[in-house]
């Protein structure tokens, strides 16, 4: 085709999205580098010092074990729940179109709404957790959820989970319904279960959506700032912190904007690395 | 009757699921209508329903103003993402140029990046040009970080589009740029809609840049206004906080349970965050 030059058209979004990335990156690669007091002046060259500081934290390698532990759970969780579910969802039966409403509706509430309203549920003195298991006679005194770690970081994974499930079960229904029917019948005919026919036919043909779904799901979990921040803050004494919230106290609450320089760096390259799977995953499924 | 009976099963499968996925919207619904001296008492239904919660949300919470907040960012943010999205999509769906691949491949990865590890930087930048609490400059920023999400939603549709009329419409000696104007965009507009509605919602919702950026409190956005009540104080008027929670979500669970069956199409490649 003639006439306009693709290249103009696409300028503005390479420009935006390009400026919005790499100014940023240079600012923290320089930072990284940089000896910085706690009100954030930079007062000269430091050297590697920053990087040496952030592999001797401590902190870092138990916040690291954590976003593991959190990464796992809720995808791992998201998982579990998303596979039924949606072939459920997939299947004909009265009010199909109800259930996958009630489903997607988790996702319209932003994950710091979510957790607001998680800390109201799971608060200590009255909070609707408490009351409904009391109800339920399966505990007989209240308990303080988001008070200890133990019991508030299972907490913030069931929240990742319900935040998580919509998305990865509408990816899996996508899936579900580019396979043909008639494979199925074919199979019943040469005599399948169903669950044969689940493991041979279904799993195998949904395998490209499900890698999709985890790495997508790895990445935004790995990432996701909001659940925990909104209901701890990574607390009580960093006890819930995951990589992304320590990294922000780290640069707003601690003043060590230089190591938080660092670990932003460290954890950009981590994501380049899930995102390089990532797109081959989906230029693969475009090709 | 086999149907029916697949029906009850799976509804009965599903009703666990349901009821943790939901209960989010139960305890703001149960909480939101409870008068202030019984929002600690355990029970679930309270002995009349304080519809005056909402009316007094609004000013208590300064749910108002934070909404006008909420409302200017995310339309500033979704006007400027359609603005640079449009014609990126148009000239990929359209074009076969040199450079295509790798371009749909940086767009990938600048979708995948959390804005959590560019906010230091960005932070820093804002303080030198002195542009903190700027909501132009929050928005400018939500449609940077949404214009490869728009650009991949807004290619897959316009490729569906077919080209013939535009090229009748070339024939009979149309400008590219009029037959762009009266030909293509008008086939593209519910495109456009959903793609508009998937940014504000996204823009909506966003967390950690409005935090960090937006510093003075009458330029906070809802989840930042709502958490500032809930963090800040020793006594939450939690009946009032729940009743913002809910005002702030059910416009965008009604908008997503329209858009549902368009979410189907065009996730797997552009997701949403």
């Known amino acids: 085709m003639r006439g306009n030059n693709p290249y103009l058209l696409i300028a503005p979004g390479l420009f935006v999205s390009g400026l919005i990335i790499i100014w940023p990156l240079i600012q923290l690669g320089t930072l990284s580098f940089s000896e910085v007091n706690r009100f954030g002046q930079v007062l000269g060259w430091g050297g590697v010092e920053n990087y040496i500081k952030v592999f001797y934290d401590p902190e870092l390698y138990v916040s690291s074990w954590r976003t593991l532990l959190w990464t796992i759970g809720v995808v791992g969780g998201t998982l579990v729940l998303a596979v039924p579910i949606s072939l459920a969802l997939n299947e004909e039966f009265y009010g199909r179109g109800l259930a996958r409403v009630l489903l997607m509706l988790p996702w319209a509430i932003s994950l710091a709404m979510l957790a607001i309203v998680g800390r109201w549920a799971l608060n200590g003195n009255s909070g609707t957790l408490n009351n409904l298991l009391m109800d339920l006679g399966l505990i007989t005194e209240n308990i303080a959820w988001l008070a200890r770690a133990e019991t508030a970081f299972p907490m913030q994974i069931v929240l990742g989970i319900i935040a998580t499930l919509p998305f990865t079960t509408t990816i899996f229904l996508g899936g579900l319904a580019s396979i043909p029917t008639d494979i199925y019948e074919a199979a019943k005919m040469e005599g399948a279960r169903n669950w044969q026919s689940f493991l041979r036919l279904t799993l195998p043909l949904m395998r490209p959506f499900i890698n999709i779904a985890v790495v997508l799901n790895t990445i935004y979990v790995f990432n996701s700032f909001p659940i925990i921040w909104a209901t701890t803050q990574g607390g009580p004494a960093n006890s819930t912190d995951i990589l992304v919230t320590y990294l922000y106290k780290l640069a707003f609450r601690f003043g060590r904007v230089s190591e938080a320089a660092v670990l932003s760096l460290i954890m950009f390259a981590l994501l380049l690395v899930f995102t390089v799977i990532y797109v081959r995953l989906a230029m693969k499924e475009e090709n | ?273």
């Open chain 2, 1 to 273: 009757m086999q149907k029916l009976q697949k029906s009850i099963v799976i509804w009965l499968g599903l009703l666990p699921v349901f009821s943790i996925t939901l209960f989010p919207f139960v305890v703001m619904g149960t909480t939101s209508i409870k008068p202030q001296a019984e929002v600690f008492s355990t029970s679930w239904f309270p002995s009349s329903i304080a519809w005056s919660n909402f009316a007094e949300m609004w000013t208590a919470t300064g749910f108002g103003r934070a909404l006008g907040n909420s409302l200017y960012v995310s339309t500033l943010a979704t006007a400027m993402t359609l603005f640079i999205a449009i014609p990126a999509g148009y000239a990929l769906s359209r074009y076969r140029f040199t450079g295509r691949g790798s371009f749909k491949r940086f767009l990938l990865i600048t979708q995948m990046l959390s804005p959590i590890v560019l906010v230091l930087g960005l932070f820093r930048i804002l303080v030198v040009f002195d542009a903190l609490d700027d909501a132009h400059v929050v928005a400018l920023l939500y449609a940077g970080f949404n214009t490869a999400f728009a650009v991949w939603m807004l290619e897959s549709y316009f490729s569906t589009i077919p080209k013939d009329l535009e090229m009748a419409s070339w024939m009979e000696g149309a400008s590219r740029l009029t037959t762009m104007r009266r030909v293509f965009l008008p086939m593209a507009v519910p495109a456009i809609v959903v793609t508009a509605l998937f940014t504000f919602v996204n823009s909506w919702n966003e967390f950690v840049l409005a935090l960090t950026l937006l510093r003075a409190e009458e330029n906070y956005t809802l989840p930042i206004q709502i958490l500032s009540i809930v963090s800040g104080r020793y006594a939450v008027d939690w009946h009032l906080v729940m009743a913002a929670a809910l005002c702030a979500s059910l416009p965008v669970a009604i908008v997503f349970s329209w858009m549902q069956k368009y979410m189907l199409k065009g996730l797997t490649a552009g997701a949403v965050k």
